[in-house]
């Protein structure tokens, strides 16, 4: 809850910080108060969302619910044994070197929640205050407003549809404009902004950039009902101006009221005064789209890999379950071939079925048409059956019994094992002794049952690690171990990847590449597919012309790096294979004419739907020469040339596609056009509506 609510106080921060920078001064008031509330919207939202491993900068938790085994039961490894090791209290050391952080992390949260309340008790008393004083003085109903007469040198202000105002302090003038000013309030419902405010105010109350949000949500609110009023023929500007520095009062309302706010009164008169802003600076709140993109593949937890794959023939996902299996209760077995496939049940509980498989082998003495007791032992310990089968099926009661010397057998290799459901655990997965031995040989040395039963389950064995060390990851960690199983990344298919020319490989991409199934062939076919760009070619005939071993050599290394060994290349042919980006997809632009067009471009136009056909539906329309980035963007509008005859038809005949992009993007539809054109709005430039429709949502 702390790390969440502190993500979204950084959000927030940024936010504020990028509209004080870029937006503070434009008087697109309208925009700015929808930016205002996406960026608290986006704030709390943005935290819970995950994002797909290829686009995120950390790196994806351990694929430890994919295990998968052999025929030692490991691939039908319960949910109850992953739940069992997570969550067990830590070691009795770990426990004393975290305590104090432990502390002062409860006491933090205390404080929080101590915040919360109290500023939580102040909104709702502030609910109440004004409800009281609302239903309770004289009021005067004016349509759909409640003029709220109060006592004392108070400024006005509204709250909903109450407007709150002392009419023995102003002459009629005054009086009248400010009633218009709080009716503007209440006609955009502006109380709902500041209620929202304040519920994030109860929240983030720590944080200084809440309450400068909220401090610049208030004032972009009085800048758009000062504009507002303004508009309307019966306030002069100068008068209205004027009437502002006779409201001047030294107390001041509520803050859940729009009010009459004095403590703004100069940016106010300045903003009125102000020159409009251009439309062509619309272009600075596109940039708050990539800042929270940003934001969320720096800071957000990515989907792990192997979660974006079905699952490889021979991994079996590793099935979540909420029953805990105990180390007593009925059974249930089938005999397939050389298996026994057991479910075993808690007699306490219904639908408590967790499934592991034994090699028959293991068995001896298997009661046959009669009860009987048979038992299979390992290093963890004994499970006792009773029970009997009837040919290949059969049912009865089992009983793990722990071998309490294995536990200090363990306790001395660095593994604490607590009781017997945590050595049942070790008994199904089959952890040996030798087996931890081998991991310490290799250098794990700072063991525990956390991650020692996904790498038993998985058999990463002293073979396969040493496999991996050799082909590359001498320092290969267990987190990247369990995936690198789990996936099948062998020391072939490392090699098979590097011989493409991605020399310099870290475990993350390799997972990456074999979760997406990269392969050798795939990218040979996308060299194949894609371009080089104008300066690899340069340098390619360059280096061409230089002889020199040295160069060569050089030469050498420039083409590996321009294929591999650049972040770019990886995460292009990464995209490329999520979004299915084939050759026929790339020669289908060919056949049209774009032979040049860049991965980016490429990217670009799968992830919109862009289509040799929609091009040739522009091409029907007369526009034959469209640039890439012109494509992309009128894809992105929703621009069709049934749109673009559409303006054409009201007479715009010489329209270059910029100007519908332009249009579309600030929703001067030809709609609008035609009635501006009924109220005596006649212009033959588009620019020219673009700029009324600017001036007129503002």
């Known amino acids: 809850m702390i790390l969440y609510i502190l993500y979204a106080s950084l959000i927030l921060a940024a936010c504020i910080i990028f509209y004080k920078l870029l937006l503070q001064k434009e008087t697109f008031f309208r925009l700015n108060r929808f930016i205002l509330l996406s960026c608290m919207l986006m704030a709390f939202i943005l935290p819970v969302l995950r994002v797909p491993q290829q686009m995120s900068f950390r790196k994806a938790p351990s694929a430890v619910n994919i295990i998968s085994t052999g025929v030692t039961a490991k691939n039908d490894i319960t949910e109850s044994i992953e739940h069992k090791v997570n969550s067990k209290v830590v070691e009795p050391l ?114 200084p950039f809440a309450w400068m949000w909220r401090k610049e949500l208030e004032s972009n609110l009085e800048f758009f009902t000062d504009n507002q009023l303004l508009q309307n023929d019966t306030v002069e500007k100068e008068s209205y101006q004027m009437g502002l520095l006779k409201v001047a009062a030294p107390h001041f309302p509520l803050s859940i009221t729009t009010n009459y706010n004095q403590s703004l009164l100069k940016k106010r008169l300045v903003m009125m005064n102000a020159k409009k802003s251009n439309v062509h600076t619309i272009w600075k709140y596109f940039f708050l789209l990539p800042l929270m993109v940003s934001f969320v593949c720096l800071f957000n937890e990515p989907i792990a890999n192997a979660q974006n794959i079905a699952a490889k023939p021979k991994t079996k996902p590793y099935v979540e379950n909420n029953n805990e299996m105990k180390t007593a209760g009925n059974w249930f077995a089938t005999i397939k071939a050389d298996k026994i496939n057991f479910q075993f049940r808690d007699e306490e509980k ?67 094992v607590g009781d017997d459901k945590d050595l049942m655990v070790f008994f199904l997965v089959n952890i040996k002794q ?79 590449f074999k979760a997406q199934g990269i392969d050798g062939k795939y990218i040979a076919d996308y060299r194949s597919s894609v371009n080089i760009s104008k300066e690899d070619k340069d340098n390619e005939n360059k280096d061409a012309n230089d002889n020199s071993e040295k160069n060569k050599e050089s030469n050498s290394n420039k083409n590996s790096n321009r294929y591999g060994d650049n972040e770019k290349a990886e995460d292009d042919i990464i995209a490329f294979k999520s979004m299915n980006i084939d050759k026929e997809f790339i020669n289908s632009f060919k056949e049209v004419g774009y032979a040049d067009l860049s991965n980016n471009d490429l990217i670009a136009m799968k992830s919109l739907g862009v289509t040799p056909e929609y091009i040739k539906t522009f091409r029907n329309a007369g526009y034959t020469n469209i640039k890439a ?70």
């Open 94 to 207: 770990q426990q004393n070197k975290a305590i104090n952080i432990e502390q002062v992390m409860q006491w933090l949260i205390y404080l929080y929640w101590f915040g919360v309340a109290i500023f939580g008790l102040n909104f709702l008393m502030q609910v109440v205050v004004l409800l009281y004083k609302a239903y309770s003085r004289p009021v005067i109903i004016d349509g759909l407003f409640r003029i709220v007469e109060i006592t004392g040198d108070k400024a006005p202000c509204s709250f909903s549809n109450n407007i709150f105002i002392n009419p023995e302090k102003y002459d009629w003038e005054t009086y009248n404009q400010i009633l218009l000013h709080e009716k503007i309030h209440i006609e955009q419902k502006h109380t709902l902004d500041l209620v929202l405010a304040e519920i994030v105010l109860i929240f983030l109350w720590f944080n």
């Open 350 to 416: 219904d639908n408590s079925y967790n499934g592991n498989s034994f090699l028959l082998s293991e068995f001896s003495n298997l009661p046959r048409d009669k009860q009987g007791t048979f038992t299979l032992t390992r290093e963890a310990g004994t499970m006792e059956f009773t029970g009997k089968f009837e040919g290949d099926k059969g049912m009865g009661q089992y009983k793990f019994i722990a071998n309490k010397n294995y536990s200090t057998d363990m306790q001395k290799e660095g593994i604490n």
């Open 434 to 512: 030798s087996y931890v031995q081998m991991l310490k040989k290799q250098g794990y040395t700072k063991l525990n049952k956390d991650n020692i039963i996904p790498l038993a389950a998985l058999d990463v064995n002293e073979t396969y690690i040493t496999s991996i060390k050799q082909a590359g990851f001498p320092n290969i960690d267990l987190d990247n171990l369990v995936p690198f199983r789990a996936l099948n990344i062998d020391k072939a298919y490392i090699e098979e990847i590097r011989n493409a020319g991605y020399k310099n490989l870290t475990p993350d991409k390799v997972i990456t």
């Open 629 to 698: 980035d012109d494509l992309i963007a009128l894809k992105s509008q929703g621009v069709t040339p049934a749109l673009i005859k559409q303006y054409k038809d009201l007479g715009f005949k010489d329209l270059s596609l910029d100007d519908v992009i332009g249009a579309k993007a600030t929703s001067t539809t030809p709609a609008f056009i035609s009635s501006m054109r009924q109220k005596g709005h006649n212009m033959k430039s588009l620019d020219k509506y673009i700029a009324l429709k600017s001036v007129i949502s503002n």
